[in-house]
Structure formats: C-alpha cells, structure tokens
C-alpha cells in the first residue's frame, strides 16, 4: 500500500524519499518506488526473453558430436551398429537445426525424421530410452497402437503431443524443439489393399493424421489429453522442429523384401546375386518400397527420409545383453539383491542356457528378462527374511527353477 504521511519513509533500492517518487509501496521490512518497480519488471522480462531466445543453453562447440552420442550408446546397446550411427547423427543435426533458428541464417536445414526396422527384442525402444538420458532437450516415448482416427474410442492423434508438452513442463518453447518417439508404427500400416466400406480408423487414418505431425504445422492441443471439445483450452504448438523418431517390428517385411530381391535376380547373373544375400538378415536390403508394400503409405514414408535397421541378435549378442551393459539384467537383479545384503553371482553354465532358452522362445534379449525373473522367484522371495550372504545360480538351479515354472504355468493353464 502507497505511503504518505511519515516523511522518514525511503526506497530501500534507490534512497529517494517520498516527496521524490510518485508512489512509495511498503513491504514487510522495506518500500520500493514505482520507478524501481518499472525497473525491476523491465530485468526480469529481459531475462526470461533471453533464456528463451537460447534454446539449449549450450553452443554448437560443445554439443555432443555424433560419434560421442554412439559411445555413449555403445555403453547400455550391444550390437546394432547401423542404427546407432543413423540415430547420432540424426540427433546431432536435431541439436544444429535449433542452433542454426537462432543464427537466423538464410538456409534452412529441413529435420531428418527416422524409422527404425527390427524385430521385438532387437532394442529400438532401448536405443530411443538410452538416448533420453543424453538429451539436453524433452524426449517422450508414446504407443502408436492406441491412436485412432478423431471421434472414435481411442486416443487422438495430438495427445502424442500432449505427452511432449508434460515432459516439458507445458513449456511451449521448450515442446517445440523436443523429440517424440512412436513405437509400435508399424501396428497402424494399411490392414488391406482392397477398398472397403468400413474405414480403417487405427490404420490409414491413423497415418493421415500423422502428416500434419511430422510435415510441421500449428496444432491445437488439450493440456490435459483426452478429446477434444470446443470449450477447452487449447495450446497451440508448432511442429516444425519437433524431430520423430519411430520404431517398429514390421512382422513379416522379410518376405516381402525377399520377394523383390527375387523379381530382380534374373538373367546370367541370377546364381551369383542369389548367393551374395544374406538370408539371415534380410532386414539390412529394406527399402522404402517395402514400407509401403506392407501398408504405410507414400506420403508419410516421404515424411521419414532416414531408414535403417536393427540386426537379429545371434547367440553371441544375446549373451552379452545379459551380462555387459551398465543397466544388464544380471546387474539389475544382482542390485536388487545387493540392497539385501547378498551378493549374488552365476556360474558361466547358468548364463549359457538362459540364452538357450531365450533363443528357443524367439523373444529377443526382451525374453532375457522373463527367463531370469523366473529362475529367481523364489530367491527373492525367501532370501530377504533369511540370513543368507551370498546366493550363487548354477546351471543345475537355473534349470529346476525353470521347469517349476513351465509346470506351474501348465497347471495354471
């Protein structure tokens, strides 16, 4: 409240008494002039406008370069070289495009989207979670199995964007240089060339919804998620620098690209072509054609210029994920264990038929994980109210602990 009775009464910033100022306001140790006031409100606006004029808060001399962002990968990934190259260098440049808007310069350098083909258990959701961790900007992973086409049950195609703007903190400027990943991708392909009556509204219509995400454009989106409805506050966020990374399995596509490299392998040079391909890894002769021969259509494989590819995962690689990276399976349960007071430890036989017994389910390094909660169940659940120091897995236990398992699933069954 303003002051104008005590002729004692001074700013406590500048010193000027009352007769001096327009208004003096008193606090509760303290007055500040609105001379003063204006001042500090002109600092702090300045400020804030600053830090958003500097996107990342770091200069293109200490970004990481992309053979870093792969090192740092190497560390938590094994294997799958190709897709680690692409998706550093597609991140890197991610980083110069926002550098390069504040730089104002003439030449605009388009964003790089990426789509990663594998198959479940090769690591695409892995790499995307890995990269997260290095990120200086809001990364978000969402599913693209529950978006359906607007007005039907589901989820809007603009909640991938809500998700991004929680991660930011519902900081548009900062939403609007993040990254989004789409897993599952590949589950809203086309389900049938042939036209229908019904519409294929977590299909086509998912993938039609998606051009306007991934081109770049202004798009409307509930704070909160959920539908959207015509009194509902709405952010506005600009796609244009939003980099999409997205990742699939593509169940299947090996047949298809083995059918096109067939069609071509003919004339005198047939023999000799058919025996250089790799029949083992047909994923690393993808091309855009075979996208859109298994259901995407043209226009949003346009809109996803980088493709690469994740490896199958040999018996080699298998063993070790399981033992090698920082976050390995074996390091999670021997942590877990650790906060017990017990170390565990297994013998080379035990690491050898968990890989037996993942290759034999065909779940990738992602059935690594089921195979060793099994055999550990019971450990975990007897050990933290027993004595024991030490636990150590031989193959013998391994094996009766995941026979108890299958049994018990056959009784359950």
Do not use: W
Request: net charge neutral.
């Amino acid at each position: 409240m303003a002051k104008k009775s005590n002729s004692s009464n001074h700013c406590s910033f500048c010193g000027r008494s009352e007769q001096e100022v327009n208004l003096l306001i008193s606090g509760m140790t303290g007055y500040i002039c609105d001379m003063c006031a204006e001042q500090a409100h002109a600092i702090v606006d300045e400020t804030f406008k600053g830090n958003k004029k500097n996107d990342l808060g770091i200069k293109l001399e200490s970004l990481p370069k992309p053979a870093q962002i792969k090192e740092f990968l190497d560390q938590y990934v094994i294997r799958q070289e190709n897709a680690k190259r692409f998706l550093s260098v597609a991140v890197y440049n991610h980083y110069k495009r926002i550098l390069q808007k504040n730089l104002k310069d003439e030449v605009e350098i388009e964003k790089s989207n990426i789509i990663m083909v594998g198959a479940t258990g090769t690591g695409k959701t892995l790499l995307a979670r890995t990269i997260a961790k290095l990120l200086h900007v809001p990364f978000t992973i969402v599913d693209a199995t529950v978006l359906t086409e607007a007005g039907y049950v589901g989820e809007d195609i603009e909640s991938i964007l809500t998700r991004l703007l929680q991660v930011a903190d519902y900081d548009v400027n900062a939403a609007e240089r993040g990254i989004v990943f789409i897993d599952e991708i590949d589950k809203i392909a086309r389900k049938s060339d042939n036209p229908s009556i019904t519409r294929d509204v977590s299909g086509e219509g998912v993938q039609q919804g998606l051009l306007k995400l991934l081109e770049g454009s202004v798009v409307n989106v509930p704070p909160q998620g959920g539908r959207k409805h015509p009194e509902q506050r709405m952010i506005a966020v600009n796609t244009k620098n939003i980099l999409f990374i997205c990742g699939g399995a593509f169940d299947g596509i090996d047949k298809k690209i083995a059918q096109r490299l067939n069609t071509r392998v003919v004339g005198y040079a047939a023999s000799s072509q058919k025996a250089n391909i790799d029949r083992d890894n047909m994923l690393q002769y993808i091309t855009p054609l075979d996208l859109k021969s298994f259901g995407l259509i043209p226009e949003i494989i346009g809109r996803l210029p980088i493709l690469t590819y994740l490896e199958p995962l040999d018996r080699e690689a298998l063993l070790r994920i399981l033992i090698e990276p920082k976050n390995s399976i074996i390091k999670q349960y021997q942590k877990l264990f650790e906060m017990d007071g017990v170390a565990l430890s297994f013998e080379q036989e035990a690491y050898e038929y968990i890989v037996d017994k993942a290759i034999e389910f065909k779940l990738g390094a992602r059935g690594l994980r089921s195979i060793v909660e099994a055999i550990m169940i019971d450990a975990m659940f007897s050990i933290p109210s027993e004595e024991k120091k030490k636990l150590h897995v031989t193959r013998k236990y391994a094996v009766q602990q995941l026979e108890k398992s299958d049994h018990h699933h056959l009784r359950v069954a």
